[in-house]
């Protein structure tokens, strides 16, 4: 888990064209993502070694430009190099984009990279233990430990004009596009940057140091799930913003807020704070018997130091403006706008532009944003309508239900199990001959939850809000939790929110 040498001189600087107030894009690779690095984005990674002739060194971190086909420079138009990364054909993912595949040796540590720790955040438990992936996305059988990634340093870095530099044609005064370095805004992605999970992002401007998000990452136990907190002072940030309720998002929160020296103000919608207790807990249940990194005890002291906020509503703390948008998703989601010295940024966090059942799609803000961190996980993914999905969808249980089987629907507890009960219940409402086959859901979490879905039904869309005036639709007519005794050495798996 190696780090860049200090005094590493800094390369690969780019200016992309035409990006609006003279915002200057300079990412900060890593010497060992590239090679020792797992869940490695190959798209992003592409994208900025494109802007570099072949064997010319880009950003640091990143090996010499191989030769390519297409933007790449001559190679033809597989490109095929030593080492076992080929590029086959590509479509929708634009000039520069690369699907890599790896096969090889396994991989040793970078030159000059350094050597691992032996132990702490990075290797978890065993640290001596870690090995080095193959190229194949295979490793040798070991001990569990956290994942080899390197910590996400410098994840880019911004050059800002502030508003009081610019002028009516949006170009700044003086001479030249030399910009103070007290413009330079830093974000840190502590967590995510380079997977799914753990999301945590700080941003560092103005002497003002914030932290959007406090998540843990599900394929890890403990410490290895955490975000990579031990390279930041933890007791110079001034907030902390939660935009939902999913632990890759707010897992951590219990953690950091009665663990850390965190001294800052943290922030949420009321959906998401009455949520979070209950996913917190429920967490701590279906994780019995691993390291555990807090207690009943540290949830319920954390929902003290946990403030909240309603959508729109404008708050600041210490000369930091912020306020939030409806990001759809699940209820309570929120995109936080933050402005420091007149200099917006934009967290989407997880976000859904798709209107569902019982969820607005997300805000596009009213005010523009000077800076966007944005979620892109089905970034390249494109999706069915939803009344084709939901068609296919009823016809299926239909069937098996009327050849006499018995339909098992896995789905997260919280959000897609109340948007597939809404569906379940209005379709067995207008189909009479439905209604002689009962529905179950199996979830302590989830009929814990039904009491916060059915309070906040304001804050969802005018769908549900026009039933609500007849009836709540979250009191179902067709659906009732199940009620049945199960042993207690299966009622975790049986009760899970997974």
Request: aromatic share 10%; net charge positive.
């Given at each position: 888990?190696s780090r860049?040498?200090?005094?590493?001189p800094?390369?690969?600087?780019?200016?992309?064209?035409?990006?609006?107030?003279q915002?200057?894009?300079?990412?900060?690779?890593?010497?060992?993502?590239f090679?020792?690095?797992?869940?490695?984005?190959?798209?992003?990674?592409?994208?900025?070694?494109?802007?570099?002739?072949?064997?010319?060194?880009?950003?640091?971190?990143?090996p010499?430009?191989?030769?390519?086909?297409?933007n790449?420079?001559?190679?033809?138009?597989?490109?095929?190099?030593?080492?076992?990364f080929?590029?086959?054909?590509m479509?929708?993912?634009?000039?520069?984009?690369?699907?890599?595949?790896?096969?090889?040796?396994p991989?040793?540590?970078p030159?000059?990279?350094?050597?691992r720790?032996?132990?702490?955040?990075?290797?978890?438990?065993?640290?001596?233990?870690?090995?080095?992936p193959?190229?194949?996305g295979?490793?040798?059988?070991?001990?569990?430990?956290a994942?080899?990634?390197?910590?996400?340093?410098?994840?880019g870095?911004?050059?800002?004009?502030?508003?009081?530099?610019?002028?009516?044609?949006?170009?700044r005064?003086?001479?030249?596009?030399?910009?103070?370095?007290?413009?330079?805004?830093?974000?840190?992605?502590?967590?995510?940057?380079?997977?799914?999970?753990?999301?945590?992002?700080?941003?560092?401007f103005k002497?003002?140091?914030?932290?959007?998000?406090?998540?843990?990452?599900?394929?890890f136990?403990?410490?290895a799930?955490l975000?990579?907190?031990?390279?930041?002072?933890?007791?110079?940030?001034?907030?902390?913003?939660?935009t939902?309720?999913?632990?890759?998002?707010?897992?951590?929160?219990?953690?950091?807020?009665?663990?850390?020296?965190?001294?800052?103000?943290?922030?949420?919608?009321?959906?998401?704070?009455?949520?979070?207790?209950?996913?917190?807990s429920?967490?701590?249940r279906?994780?019995?018997g691993?390291?555990?990194?807090?207690?009943?005890?540290?949830?319920?002291?954390?929902?003290?130091?946990?403030?909240?906020?309603?959508?729109?509503?404008?708050?600041?703390?210490?000369?930091?403006?912020?306020?939030c948008y409806?990001a759809?998703?699940?209820?309570?989601a929120?995109?936080?706008?933050?402005?420091i010295?007149?200099?917006?940024?934009?967290?989407?966090?997880?976000?859904?532009?798709?209107?569902?059942?019982?969820?607005?799609?997300?805000e596009?803000?009213?005010v523009?944003?000077?800076?966007v961190?944005m979620?892109?996980?089905?970034?390249?993914?494109?999706h069915?309508?939803?009344?084709?999905?939901?068609?296919?969808?009823?016809?299926?249980v239909?069937?098996v239900?009327?050849r006499g089987?018995?339909c098992?629907?896995?789905?997260?507890?919280?959000?897609?199990?109340?948007?597939?009960?809404?569906?379940?219940?209005?379709?067995w409402?207008m189909?009479?001959?439905?209604?002689e086959?009962?529905?179950?859901y199996?979830?302590?979490?989830?009929?814990?939850?039904?009491?916060?879905?059915?309070?906040?039904?304001g804050?969802?869309?005018?769908?549900i809000k026009?039933?609500?005036?007849?009836?709540n639709?979250?009191?179902?007519?067709?659906i009732?939790?199940?009620?049945?005794?199960?042993?207690?050495?299966l009622?975790?798996n049986?009760?899970?929110?997974?």
């Amino acid at each position: 888990m190696s780090r860049p040498q200090q005094g590493q001189p800094e390369r690969g600087l780019f200016r992309p064209r035409g990006m609006p107030n003279q915002i200057q894009s300079r990412m900060q690779g890593n010497a060992s993502q590239f090679p020792g690095g797992q869940n490695v984005n190959m798209m992003a990674m592409n994208a900025a070694r494109s802007r570099f002739p072949p064997g010319v060194r880009g950003p640091p971190g990143f090996p010499p430009q191989p030769n390519f086909g297409g933007n790449y420079g001559p190679g033809g138009p597989r490109g095929d190099f030593a080492g076992g990364f080929s590029r086959p054909p590509m479509r929708g993912f634009g000039p520069g984009s690369v699907n890599m595949s790896m096969r090889g040796p396994p991989m040793g540590p970078p030159p000059g990279a350094g050597p691992r720790p032996d132990s702490g955040m990075f290797s978890g438990p065993g640290g001596n233990n870690m090995t080095y992936p193959m190229q194949g996305g295979t490793s040798p059988a070991g001990p569990r430990v956290a994942p080899v990634r390197p910590y996400q340093r410098g994840g880019g870095q911004v050059q800002v004009t502030p508003p009081t530099a610019r002028t009516k044609g949006g170009k700044r005064e003086g001479k030249g596009r030399n910009v103070d370095e007290e413009d330079i805004l830093s974000v840190r992605p502590l967590g995510a940057g380079q997977e799914v999970g753990r999301s945590c992002i700080l941003l560092d401007f103005k002497g003002k140091k914030i932290l959007l998000d406090m998540g843990i990452h599900p394929a890890f136990n403990g410490h290895a799930s955490l975000p990579y907190l031990d390279h930041i002072n933890v007791d110079e940030i001034e907030l902390l913003l939660i935009t939902h309720f999913h632990l890759d998002h707010c897992g951590a929160l219990p953690f950091f807020l009665m663990k850390t020296k965190f001294k800052g103000r943290t922030f949420m919608t009321h959906a998401t704070k009455a949520i979070y207790r209950w996913m917190l807990s429920d967490f701590l249940r279906v994780s019995q018997g691993q390291e555990q990194l807090f207690t009943e005890a540290d949830i319920e002291k954390s929902m003290d130091k946990i403030e909240t906020l309603d959508f729109h509503e404008e708050k600041e703390v210490g000369g930091v403006r912020f306020w939030c948008y409806t990001a759809g998703h699940v209820l309570g989601a929120a995109m936080f706008m933050i402005e420091i010295a007149g200099v917006r940024i934009l967290y989407t966090g997880d976000f859904s532009k798709e209107e569902d059942r019982h969820l607005c799609a997300a805000e596009i803000p009213s005010v523009r944003a000077d800076v966007v961190i944005m979620e892109a996980t089905y970034g390249i993914h494109v999706h069915e309508d939803r009344e084709t999905r939901e068609h296919r969808f009823l016809q299926q249980v239909r069937s098996v239900l009327m050849r006499g089987g018995k339909c098992l629907i896995p789905a997260f507890a919280l959000g897609r199990a109340q948007e597939i009960q809404l569906i379940l219940d209005e379709y067995w409402a207008m189909h009479p001959e439905m209604q002689e086959y009962p529905i179950y859901y199996a979830s302590v979490l989830a009929k814990k939850c039904m009491a916060v879905y059915q309070t906040y039904t304001g804050a969802m869309n005018d769908r549900i809000k026009k039933k609500i005036a007849v009836h709540n639709p979250f009191n179902f007519k067709f659906i009732q939790p199940i009620r049945v005794n199960v042993p207690a050495r299966l009622r975790m798996n049986f009760d899970s929110s997974r």
